[in-house]
Every structure is written in C-alpha cells, then in structure tokens.
C-alpha cells in the first residue's frame, strides 16, 4: 500500500513538473488517438500504457492551469483516453469505466461554464472556465465517478486484470492529485519524504 501511494505521488509530481503544456487532447486533437491501429482482439501492453499515460500525464499538466479552467483540461485528458480506446472489444470495460468520468466531467463543464470568463490557450488546446462556486461540487462528483471506474475495472476477469489494474491505477493517480492543494515542488518533496519513511 505505501508503494502504491509513493508511486501515484511520484507520478503525479513528475506530470506537473513537466516544462512544456503538450497537447492532451481536445482543441483540434480531440480525436486524434481515435482508430490509433493498436491491436483490438488482444489485450496490448503498448495500447495500455497509452493510456495510462495519456491519464498519468495529462491530468497533471491540468493542475497547471488555474482552478476554473481545470475541469474543461480534466475532461479533454478523459475524452482522449476514451477516445483512444472507442471500438476495441477487449478494452471495452475499460472504455466503458473511462466514459464514466469524461461523461461526469463533459456534464460539469457545460453546466456551469463562466460565460464571463475568456477561455484560455496552452499550446494547442483552448481551455473554458466555469464558475468558481460550482468548484466543489464538481471536484466531489469527479471524485465519485473515478471511485466507480476503478470498481468496473478492479472488477476485470482474471486474463485483464494485470492491464486494467494499470489504468485503474492511473486514474487513482488522478484522483490523488485532485485532491491535492501541494504545487508540484511540493508533491516533489512529499513524495520524497515518503520514500524516506518507507521501511528498510
């Protein structure tokens, strides 16, 4: 269990370390993963790691932006991984617990989106702000729908589950960093401080 803490601390500090605000879908690339020709009768390391790297990286460099443009980065970073999945049937349990938060996360930006506030551009991606007192309960209903795509992919056959482990790995990841109020230089260091408690 401290590993796995250790490790979604790490990860999330190095995805919001990270200098450049590459694309992570959405703007003109929101479908751009989508018929990425990994194979889809066969469960794929490669496709795996994709996306748990296009939620593991993503979502971190969401944290960059300020609060009321984050929800609208949230739900770009889930609509890519949904999208890079769309049409497999071996990942489809996966695609469906992916929906599930990109639904919630597509329902909270356009309910509550700041017509007052000017979107704005990192790279290639366009960003809408929505109201900042719709900022905790968007927070609480994203946390839910992550707590019940981990469960559809916890719940996995046994000949998935070491790759739908990983994603519900990753999206635990996202989870932790929501909740976080650290800057990255300081999930830097609880990460760090963490390791050094970790026993001999």
């Known amino acids: 269990m401290f590993t796995m803490v250790f490790r979604f601390l790490l990860m999330a500090a190095l995805a919001t370390a990270q200098p450049v605000f590459a694309s992570e879908g959405g703007g003109g ?3 751009g993963d989508r018929g990425s020709g990994f194979n889809t ?3 794929n390391g490669s496709a795996t790691g994709r996306v748990v ?3 593991t990286r993503g979502f971190g460099k969401c944290k ?3 609060k009321i443009y984050r929800y609208d980065c949230y739900w770009k970073t889930y609509k890519k991984a949904q999208d890079f999945l769309h049409g497999s049937l071996v990942y489809s349990q996966a695609h469906k617990a992916i929906s599930e938060v990109e639904d919630t996360l597509r329902l909270v930006v356009r309910n509550n989106v700041d017509p007052s506030k000017k979107p704005v551009r990192r790279g290639l991606n366009t960003y ?3 109201n900042e007192a719709a900022i905790p309960e968007a927070k609480a209903r994203t946390e839910r729908a992550m707590d019940q795509a981990q469960t559809i992919l916890l719940r996995a056959p046994d000949n998935k589950q070491a790759h739908f482990a990983r994603i519900a790995d990753a999206v635990n990841s996202n989870k932790v ?3 976080s109020a650290l800057l990255p230089g300081g999930l830097l260091r609880f990460a760090w401080y963490l390791m050094q ?3 001999a």
């Open 64 to 66: 960059r932006l300020p």
């Open 128 to 130: 809408r702000a929505i």
């Open 41 to 43: 009768g066969t469960l």
């Open 177 to 179: 960093l929501l909740r």
């Open 29 to 31: 690339n929101e479908g």
């Open 197 to 199: 408690l970790r026993p």
């Open 53 to 55: 790297d296009i939620l």
